[in-house]
Nanobody, 127 residues
């Protein structure tokens, strides 16, 4: 069982930046991928960015590529999402998630791939 605590959301103006943090209760050996997802009111949850916690490979949705960066600090069991050049359409509840350690194959930006979830942190971008 992996517990995730995500934080760092807030309200910013368009063009601003925020950094989200996700602290896992166990080391990266207990997961394979950790990712960030978001869900706006009335919309489905969508994948934003994912990192392979062992190999370091990263994956991004087209909507955030070049603006967001996912990274990890294994010593702190923490994954970050640096969000720059924020837009009003980035407004959503952001969730951290993790897969089982034996996960392989599949879409690493799909919510159905992930088993463990944080409680969410709200990001609001005003124009």
């Amino acid at each position: 069982q992996v517990q995730l605590v995500d934080s760092g959301g807030g309200s910013v103006q368009a063009g601003g930046s925020l950094r989200l943090s996700c602290v896992a209760s166990t080391s990266s050996s207990s997961t394979k991928y950790m990712g960030w997802f978001r869900q706006a009111p009335g919309k489905e949850r969508e994948g934003v960015a994912t990192i392979d916690t062992r190999g370091g490979a990263t994956y991004y949705s087209d909507s955030v590529k070049g603006r967001f960066t996912v990274s990890q600090d294994n010593a702190k069991n923490t994954v970050y999402l640096q969000m720059n050049s924020l837009k009003p359409e980035d407004t959503a509840m952001y969730y951290c998630a993790a897969t089982y350690p034996w996960f392989s194959g599949g879409n690493v930006l799909s919510p159905t791939t992930f088993t463990y979830w944080g409680q969410g942190t709200q990001v609001t971008v005003s124009s």
